[in-house]
């Protein structure tokens, strides 16, 4: 059997276990350059371990119980945008490196992780979770954003604690707290951390409104004063289509008679006060009705 044939067979992964006969043709093979060794015993074609498809699927190969965690799990669930700097996995063997793979011994609960085409990884809302000490809030943000049902953040709360003890865990708990109003973006939580420090209240984060047949998501609300707070985050907002579609919003809030107040990531986190004050100012010159 030549290499091409081989490669082919085997879906560009071979595995040295299941052809011991060809255990020298393969040692060189990879003396010549043809194939490289991504695992113990665990070939791929030459240029082929740059694909992180190809090292998720060595990985799971050699080590079929093994469950990628981390970047690699946000890659498998869509989070395209997340490229994996390496491929993480726990597995119930011993921990190990090799170049762009790192596992590492351990277990976990069935209820955080997901099978799909015989690749074994962390649900969307367990690799939120995984990577708030790496990212920051942002897949938290995403998943709440698409949250219909109301359950996401409970659902974030209870794979924080079904994964206990965890380098991290101190940092992911502060973020779901920090998260807790249904903030959906950090601008926004920074935002909910000065209201709440300041003791105002009456307030709702993307809660939907309803008008002229539309239902919008204000960043904050004070519904019994139609007074809206709009968070022009560093991040969510650069965006274009964004830009128009929430001045096309502006102006529906303010014909059906929303105030509205803008304020930006930098308001927020360096002029706080200033920001408490004019909404102090806005929530004291509310139209009695």
Same mark, same amino acid.
Not at 124 to 135: F, N, Q, V
Not at 149 to 155: E, N, R, W
């Given at each position: 059997m030549n290499l091409e044939t081989l490669l082919a067979a085997e879906n560009g992964i071979i595995v040295a276990r299941d052809h011991r006969p060809l255990l020298r043709r393969l040692a060189r093979w990879a003396q010549r350059g043809l194939l490289v060794r991504v695992l113990r015993g665990v070939y791929v074609a030459a240029g082929a371990e740059r694909h992180t498809e190809t090292l998720i699927r060595a990985v799971a190969s050699a080590y079929p119980d093994a469950i990628f965690t981390g970047r690699a799990a946000a890659w498998l669930n869509g989070w395209s945008d997340v490229v994996p700097r390496e491929v993480t996995a726990i597995h119930r063997g011993r921990s190990l490196r090799a170049p762009g793979i790192r596992l590492r011994h351990g277990t976990l609960n069935d209820e955080v992780w997901h099978e799909h085409r015989g690749l074994r990884f962390l649900?969307?809302?367990?690799?939120?979770? /995984?990577?708030?000490?790496?990212?920051?809030?942002?897949?938290?943000?995403?998943?709440?954003?698409?949250d219909r049902?109301?359950?996401?953040?409970?659902?974030l709360n209870r794979a924080l604690a079904l994964t206990p003890g965890r380098v991290g865990n101190r940092a992911r708990r502060l973020l779901l707290e920090r998260s807790r109003a249904n903030a959906w973006s950090e601008a926004e939580r920074e935002l909910h951390d000065l209201l709440d420090a300041a003791g105002i209240t009456g307030w709702s984060a993307n809660f939907p409104i309803r008008e002229d047949g539309r239902t919008l998501h204000p960043d904050v609300a004070?519904?019994?004063?139609?007074?809206?707070?709009?968070? /022009?985050?560093y991040r969510f907002h650069s965006d274009r289509e964004i830009f128009e579609t929430d001045r096309e919003r502006q102006n529906l809030l303010v014909l059906n008679g929303w105030r509205v107040i803008r304020l930006t990531w930098r308001m927020i986190t360096e002029r706080p006060a200033w920001v408490i004050g004019l909404i102090r100012r806005a929530l004291d010159e509310a139209p009695t009705s």
């Open positions: 649900t969307r809302t367990m690799t939120a979770i /995984d990577l708030i000490p790496e990212l920051g809030g942002a897949l938290v943000d995403d998943l709440l954003r698409k049902t109301g359950t996401q953040l409970k659902l004070f519904r019994a004063c139609r007074l809206i707070v709009e968070v /022009d985050g």
